[in-house]
T-cell receptor, first 112, second 116 residues
Framework: KNQVEQSPQSLIILEGKNCTLQCNYTVSPFSNLRWYKQDTGRGPVSLTIMTFSENTKSNGRYTATLDADTKQSSLHITASQLSDSASYICVVTILNFNKFYFGSGTKLNVKP | NAGVTQTPKFQVLKTGQSMTLQCAQD?????MSWYRQDPGMGLRLIHY???????DQGEVPNGYNVSRSTTEDFPLRLLSAAPSQTSVYFCASSYSFPQGGNSPLHFGNGTRLTVT
């Protein structure tokens, strides 16, 4: 069964600190992996999209990494801000199917 | 561009009632989809469409119908509401199809549905 697992489920950090969120997937054959940010009461917003040939991609203070061999990805947030408080969702697509596979998300709480 | 617009934002239904959740996008995207989001679970695909006149089922299609008569609109119909359909519903669209495409999925801000 194609699955996307994220860890941790929730995380609390102090403003200004860094953090790393994890995503492991079993979907195959892999096409691309995406990270989305979802603020409370809003729809998810795209942060990064990576194909199997890309190891890393940045979007401001957000840096995503991908290891297609081990089927793992991480999202690193640098110098966290209060506005980073949100859920972060890992999404994977496969080559022969017109669907997105969603992880259940990591809920990040940045405290002052 | 308004992006993806969903209406209504909130809705309360009684068991057995029917209703339509509206979704419209102004980005000329071919791919559109509906998801439900429940606490502790990832977004689950209800139905999707790869163009006007073409729809297909996702993971959890039972109790829902869709149609795609135009590129812009993709309404979701609840045929006979049940408490198990209490959820937040998101519509999303993309320029490219998931398989092999690298365009981001654009989401609306959701419809919060309660069925009593």
């Amino acid at each position: 069964k194609n699955q996307v697992e994220q860890s941790p489920q929730s995380l609390i950090i102090l403003e200004g600190k860094n953090c790393t969120l994890q995503c492991n997937y079993t979907v195959s054959p892999f096409s691309n992996l995406r990270w989305y940010k979802q603020d409370t009461g809003r729809g998810p917003v795209s942060l990064t999209i990576m194909t199997f040939s890309e190891n890393t991609k940045s979007n401001g203070r957000y840096t995503a990494t991908l290891d297609a061999d081990t089927k793992q990805s991480s999202l690193h947030i640098t110098a966290s801000q209060l506005s980073d408080s949100a859920s972060y969702i890992c999404v994977v697509t496969i080559l022969n199917f017109n669907k997105f596979y969603f992880g259940s998300g990591t809920k990040l709480n940045v405290k002052p | 561009n308004a992006g993806v617009t969903q209406t209504p934002k909130f809705q309360v239904l009684k068991t057995g009632q029917s209703m339509t959740l509206q979704c419209a996008q102004d980005m000329n995207h071919e791919y559109m989809s509906w998801y439900r989001q429940d606490p502790g679970m990832g977004l689950r695909l209800i139905h999707y469409s790869v163009g006007a006149g073409i729809t297909d089922q996702g993971e959890v299609p039972n109790g829902y119908n869709v149609s795609r008569s135009t590129t812009e609109d993709f309404p979701l119909r609840l045929l006979s509401a049940a408490p198990s359909q209490t959820s937040v519903y998101f519509c999303a669209s993309s320029y490219s199809f998931p398989q092999g495409g690298n365009s981001p999925l654009h989401f609306g801000n959701g419809t919060r549905l309660t069925v009593t």
